[in-house]
């Protein structure tokens, strides 16, 4: 259920005049920019609604944990044609590129950090551990295979429109006879970076995204935090349009469609009427019913909210008082782990903060990522 409302902020709701032209549920980065590209076109008559303490929806940028903002939520800019890249330059942020998959730690084969060379070839280096120098740097053929599995599924026959979509697993397991070792691979690697496990992924979401993703494969990190960045986007509205801790209960159409108007049930009972309601909520929300809308969503869109899911992930912070790796260190797939990969982005988030150890001695941070059946574990 939404937070309980303070007295406080419903004073603040009040403050909002009785109509507005768009209403726009949700201050995450979508709703955002929406409201940014109202004001851009002309349309100043605009409420921003959010139900949480502060905008920026999935962000969490946390300080004084580490000597820069530590990122709980999202952190990575993936690939470089893309509009919130474009967005961050625009708040002044400098971003690093990080080249994905870095390195890899195999869990049971007696081995240390080991560096996949792209350009050489797909060689490798291992940092310490007990297996042979000659044979950390032999080409893998389990990684180099499961590369190739997944850069070329776009090129691959489509499933059967007809037939229920076969899972990534059964894609791996049953097209293509991969190995344990194999699979291990591409749930450490692909899977968890879907955000998602071989079960839940299907095959032909693999296809369409092989296909039709142009915006490239670099992962760039801000030196300013993401919070700061939507408080940026927030502080560019018309002033005093933007509202945190006003959950929306209840949204109502009256009147004709195109004609009428949108009554917005708010904190404490406090209404809102706009011309338009933009609804930028997650879909979390929406499937777990806290906003009632009446008449009810079109079956066709309460479908749609129906089957779709939204994979579980979660992070492990770890604070260290020196580190520990090597200086070029950014990310470890850990295949057999159980923290599927392990990266740390203190070169790129050292110019955003202090610099300064914390009170805790904390110099150094690495953030462990876990999704699908690793987050629920």
């Known amino acids: 259920m939404p937070p309980p409302t303070a007295p406080a902020e419903q004073a603040a709701a009040a403050d909002l005049p009785a109509y507005v032209a768009v209403a726009i549920i949700g201050a995450g980065f979508a709703g955002l920019q929406a409201a940014a590209t109202l004001a851009a076109a002309g349309i100043t008559d605009i409420a921003l609604l959010e139900a949480g303490p502060a905008v920026g929806g999935r962000v969490r940028s946390h300080p004084g944990l580490a000597p820069w903002p530590v990122e709980a939520g999202a952190e990575f800019v993936h690939g470089g044609n893309v509009a919130l890249r474009r967005l961050l330059r625009r708040a002044g942020c400098t971003l690093t590129e990080y080249a994905w998959p870095d390195r890899w730690w195999f869990a049971g084969e007696g081995c240390g950090l080991v560096r996949e ?165 997650p879909l979390a929300v929406l499937q777990a019913g806290h906003i009632a809308f009446d008449p009810p969503l079109p079956p066709l869109k309460r479908e749609a909210m129906a089957r779709v899911t939204v994979g579980r992930a979660m992070k492990v912070i770890l604070g260290f008082r020196a580190r520990f790796w090597p200086p070029d260190f950014f990310d470890a797939v850990c295949p057999g782990g159980f923290v599927p990969e392990f990266w740390t982005v203190d070169g790129a988030k050292s110019g955003g903060g202090t610099g300064e150890k914390t009170a805790d001695g904390i110099a150094q941070v690495m953030t462990g990522f876990l999704a699908g059946r690793f987050a629920a574990a």
């Open 117 to 281: 060379e792209k350009e050489g070839g797909g060689s490798w280096c291992c940092f310490g551990g007990r297996r042979a120098q000659a044979e950390a740097t032999a080409a893998d053929p389990d990684l180099a295979r499961v590369h190739a599995l997944f850069a070329g599924v776009g090129a691959e026959a489509e499933p059967d429109p007809n037939t229920p979509d076969p899972s990534a697993r059964a894609w791996l397991v049953g097209t293509h006879a991969a190995s344990p070792r194999q699979v291990a691979i591409a749930e450490a690697c692909y899977v968890n970076d879907f955000g998602a496990d071989l079960e839940s992924l299907g095959r032909r979401e693999l296809g369409i995204e092989n296909r039709l993703w142009d915006a490239g494969e670099a992962y760039l990190v801000s030196d300013k935090p993401l919070a700061a960045v939507a408080a940026h986007m927030a502080a560019r509205l018309p002033a005093g349009r933007v509202r945190t801790g006003w959950p929306v209960a209840g949204v109502r159409v009256e009147g004709e469609e195109g004609s009428g108007s949108v009554l917005l049930t708010g904190p404490g009972g406090v209404t809102l009427r706009a011309g338009t309601a933009i609804i930028a909520v």
